[in-house]
């Protein structure tokens, strides 16, 4: 069974509750009798309550617990509002207080009749950001409309697409968060702004597309705290035979960057410019760096990708990428937010610890508010691996932090890899099972955020200890002390 910190919370608040009286896996109805009851054995044997276990021949342990231990209400102030992560390589960051909510649209084939040019890549780019919205930004697919050419359910019509933005601008309350994202063409037709769907019909535009201005004031009317828009349109090329150009107009952006409290706006071109799409990337250049700034490279020293350092991660690699192909796009951002728009981040701030360069390997001032994320990175790096590898794992990352350079080094081996620290041999597995086991220590220390790649050749793969990974070191090493002791 796994360590559920949400259920293990409920039953410290129901212990809390219970002036002695005796709590049971009976009055918890909802869950399973058993993983109840494990939850308490873990409680239990942490010291964390004090309980009686009852076993039955040929079934596991029953609890009765009657209170919490010092430690345990210390350990329940610590996660009596925190909210579990998710065991991605980047956490989950949920809304500070409200719901988050998407509509994402990517139009690849327009009807061919109006020769109006096809995107293959805007399909990836719509899929490709909803996976990572839902996986690493707090959103949930129950809360996101997809709307892409390939889906026979809701393909991006204008007539789907303008009934998913009136449903969540109605859905969501003041503390809610809306995501809008169209990928596709745009253009300034009849002097009016206007984003093509799959079924725009260009004599009967203003019937058959999305009218920008019609779009800003259904958003407008939501009660959402904050609105945000990305709009990777302008597609190079647009049409052929019409006289059209595609290219990003005054008024379209205009209409694009429509102001608002609350509300961030971000174009993937400036007016006079394309926004293109490369097989390189199998997706717009612009999408793609949103996705990748979303997955983790545009976080700052704490981890943290805000909706700002997005932005300027965009920027930098748009500006390179432009520069190397000899090209014209630079991305648009006009915000009206208040504070900082928190998207995704690597792991929970460590804010209570020097920085890496000043403390090397020698943390001493422990941040004990954290305990609950370190167990829950203990439980996430031993779930793939035998239970007998615990302690070599811990000791791994203890070994590393205390190394003069906090540096794993791994190079090919007999049998697989050598894993070395400071100047020996921490292992030299004896066999390819062993190996791999090694292996997959390694990588989920870097999916938990204790370890970073900074190397990575055929002949040689760095790993550093990051900041959560000195934590959970020295947690991991007063933890064996206090073993000792006992």
């Known amino acids: 069974m796994k360590r559920d910190l949400d259920l293990i919370r409920e039953i ?3 212990i809390e509750e219970s002036n002695n009286e005796g709590v049971t896996a009976q009055q918890f109805p909802e869950h399973d009798k058993w993983h109840v009851n494990y939850q308490m054995e873990l409680l239990y044997e942490e010291g964390y309550v004090k309980g009686t276990p009852f076993a039955s021949d040929g079934e596991p342990c029953e609890f009765v617990i009657y209170q919490l231990t010092a430690s345990g209400h210390k350990y329940l102030d610590t996660i009596r509002q925190r909210k ?6 980047l956490e989950t960051i949920e809304s500070n207080t409200g719901r988050r909510y998407a509509i994402i649209i990517g139009v690849s084939e327009y009807d061919p009749r109006e020769g109006i040019s096809s995107l293959p890549y805007t399909i990836n780019d719509a899929t490709r950001l909803r996976n990572i919205l839902c996986d690493k930004c707090g959103f949930t697919k129950d809360r996101t409309k997809l709307h892409i050419t390939s889906d026979g359910i809701d393909p991006p019509t204008r007539s789907n697409i303008l009934a998913s933005i009136q449903y969540i601008s109605e ?11 169209f990928a596709g063409h745009g253009s300034e037709i009849l002097d009016n702004p206007y984003l093509l769907t799959a079924d725009t019909r260009m004599n009967v535009v203003a019937k058959t597309a999305l009218d920008v201005y019609e779009i800003n004031s259904t958003l407008r009317n939501s009660e959402a705290r904050c609105v945000i828009r990305i709009f990777d349109a302008c597609r ?29 706006n971000i174009s993937s071109c400036s007016s006079g410019q394309y926004s293109y799409e490369t097989g390189e990337f199998e997706q717009g250049v612009f999408s793609y760096y949103l996705c990748e700034g979303l997955s983790g490279k545009a976080a700052d020293d704490q981890g943290l990708v805000t909706l700002e350092n997005l932005v300027s991660y965009i920027k930098t690699n748009l500006s390179n990428w432009s520069d190397k192909n000899s090209q014209q796009q630079t991305p648009h951002f006009q915000v009206d937010l208040a504070g900082v728009t928190e998207l995704s981040r690597l792991t929970a701030p460590t804010s209570h610890f ?9 943390v001493t001032n422990k941040c004990t508010t954290c305990e609950d994320e370190i167990l829950e990175m203990m439980d996430t790096c031993s779930q793939t691996i035998e239970w007998e590898f615990n302690v070599q794992e811990m000791n791994l990352l203890i070994a ?17 890899i050598n894993v070395l620290i400071g100047n020996c041999d921490f292992a030299n597995p004896k066999t390819a099972r062993v190996a791999n086991q090694y292996e997959v220590i390694l990588e989920n ?7 970073k790649y900074t190397k990575e050749t055929p002949e040689l793969t760095i790993y550093s200890v990051t900041r959560m990974g000195f934590e959970s070191a020295e947690f991991f090493s007063s933890s064996f002390e206090k073993d000792k002791r006992q």
């Not at 859905?171 to 994202?181: K, S, V, Y």
């Not at 190394?403 to 007999?414: C, D, K, R, W």
């Open 12 to 14: 410290c608040l129901k």
């Open 84 to 89: 579990t992560k998710s065991k991605t390589p």
């Open 171 to 181: 859905t969501a309350g003041p503390d809610d968060l809306i995501l809008l994202f």
């Open 236 to 264: 190079a090329p647009f049409s052929k035979g019409r006289g059209l150009d595609g290219r990003m107009t005054d008024a379209l952006q205009e209409s694009l960057f429509t102001t608002g409290t609350g509300w961030a």
């Open 354 to 362: 020097p920085d890496i360069e000043d403390n090397p390997f020698n």
């Open 400 to 416: 590393a932090a205390e190394s003069p350079a906090g540096e794993i080094h791994v190079t090919p081996a007999q049998y697989g």
């Open 445 to 451: 220390f870097v999916n938990s955020g204790a370890l």
